[in-house]
Nanobody, 125 residues
Framework: QVQLVESGGGLVQAGGSLRLSCAAS????????MGWFRQAPGKERDFVAAISRSGGDTYYADSVKDRFTISRDNFKVSLQMNSLKPEDTAVYYCAATKTYSRTTYYHAAGQYDYWGQGAQVTVSS
């Protein structure tokens, strides 16, 4: 079982930046591809960004491309969020899936086996 814990959420003004981090309690993430998703009130959970085991392959939703950056090491995955907009307000979840591929990333929620509890990000206008 992989327990993921997010940190770094909060309240920021539009145009500001936040950095989310996600770590697994008591273990490494070296065998897991990682992703970030978000869910706004009354909406479905949407894909935000994904990264392969190696960290060399990344993929972003069009809505965050060029503003958000996903990165990782063997112990945590981070999401640097710049130029934040009010529509980025949501609960952000990190997710992990075990894979033997070092280069594959996943962008569908159903492809992930483990989820964090979520971190609230609120962007005020």
């Amino acid at each position: 079982q992989v327990q993921l814990v997010e940190s770094g959420g909060g309240l920021v003004q539009a145009g500001g930046s936040l950095r989310l981090s996600c770590a697994a309690s008591g273990r490494t993430l070296s065998m897991y591809a990682m992703g970030w998703f978000r869910q706004a009130p009354g909406k479905e959970r949407d894909f935000v960004a994904a990264i392969s085991r190696s960290g060399g392959d990344t993929y972003y939703a069009d809505s965050v491309k060029d503003r958000f950056t996903i990165s990782r090491d063997n112990f945590k995955v981070s999401l640097q969020m710049n130029s934040l907009k009010p529509e980025d307000t949501a609960v952000y979840y990190c997710a992990a899936t075990k894979t033997y591929s070092r280069t594959t990333y996943y962008h569908a929620a159903g492809q992930y086996d483990y989820w964090g509890q979520g971190a609230q990000v609120t962007v005020s206008s």
